[in-house]
């Protein structure tokens, strides 16, 4: 396991990383704890060293390999508590890099029958991968994503510097897409205190216990990447890291060899900036706003 520094431009290593067994309650693996929310978030990558080089000192990640059917993976950890995955394709320059967001579920087997049926695609699975039953898919407005079924009872994904804190969708029709998703992932029937869909900030959002989960944003152009060369409007779920300067963050991503599709901004729910990493990956950082400066 490397161990890389906290993000920021002259960062120092933290602490060593707790044992991950204890920093999860002994489970080990992705947290995806609630159903139907998103509960997990994964890198396809071309090339895990360059992946590995750039997530690791920008968000002070450690790694270790986990299982896959399908080639290298890791986990990647915060202080021990692991907070994403990081795929490789083996060399498969068709396949495009990029994070999918999972989400949880309790029968693997009928989201993917609802997904098709709600027009969607199916990709993958549902197969036995990392610890649980894994689906890949797409909805019906070509946005891929993922359904985790876990096999044990999965702690909370931790919150912070470092982790995955924010997931929107970006889509042509966010009433159509949310309407896709509460179907998929049976929204109207969960708990109604503990599951709301509301309209904010020009985006439809799920809250969990009150805290938002997803938000669905409108105005993608329609296609795959060969049709919409620009990241930010093609339709996709976005994935928002945690950071405590999103400006200085962003400055040591270029620094390690990434772009900016967005520079920094404050928004209704923080700072947030655009970027692609090493390999071209879109993902975005976000913290909180900058204070207000006081009037001359």
Excluded: K
Aim: hydrophobic share 40%; proline share 9%; charged share 20%.
């Amino acid at each position: 396991m490397t161990r890389a520094p906290r993000a920021g431009p002259s960062a120092e290593p933290g602490r060593a990383p707790a044992d991950p067994a204890a920093a999860s309650g002994g489970v080990t693996g992705p947290p995806c704890g609630v159903p139907g929310a998103p509960g997990w978030v994964s890198l396809l990558s071309r090339d895990l060293s360059a992946a590995t080089a750039f997530y690791g000192p920008l968000l002070g990640w450690t790694f270790r390999p986990a299982a896959s059917p399908w080639g290298r993976y890791l986990h990647a950890l915060v202080d021990g508590a692991v907070v994403a995955g990081l795929a490789e394709t083996a060399g498969r320059r068709e396949v495009p890099v990029g994070w999918t967001t999972y989400f949880g579920t309790e029968d693997a087997d009928a989201v993917a029958e609802r997904i098709r049926s709600g027009g969607g695609t199916v990709a993958v699975g549902p197969l036995t991968f990392d610890g649980g039953r894994v689906v890949l898919g797409a909805d019906a407005q070509n946005a891929a994503f993922g359904a985790w079924q876990a096999d044990a009872r999965r702690p909370h994904r931790p919150r912070g510097p470092g982790t995955p804190v924010r997931t929107e969708l970006r889509t042509r029709d966010a009433f159509a897409a949310a309407l896709f998703y509460a179907r998929v992932f049976d929204w109207a029937d969960h708990d109604g205190h503990r599951y709301d869909i509301g309209y904010e900030h020009d985006r439809v959002v799920l809250r969990v216990d009150g805290r938002a989960a997803a938000a669905l944003y409108g105005g993608a152009d329609g296609g795959g990447p060969d049709d919409v060369p620009d990241p930010l409007l093609r339709p996709g779920w976005h994935v928002y890291f945690a950071t405590e300067d999103v400006d200085a963050a962003t400055e040591h991503a270029v620094r390690l060899g990434g772009r900016i599709d967005r520079p920094p901004a404050d928004t209704p729910y923080g700072r947030v900036a655009a970027l692609g990493d090493a390999e071209g990956g879109l993902f975005h950082l976000v913290s909180a706003p900058r204070p207000a400066r006081p009037l001359a």
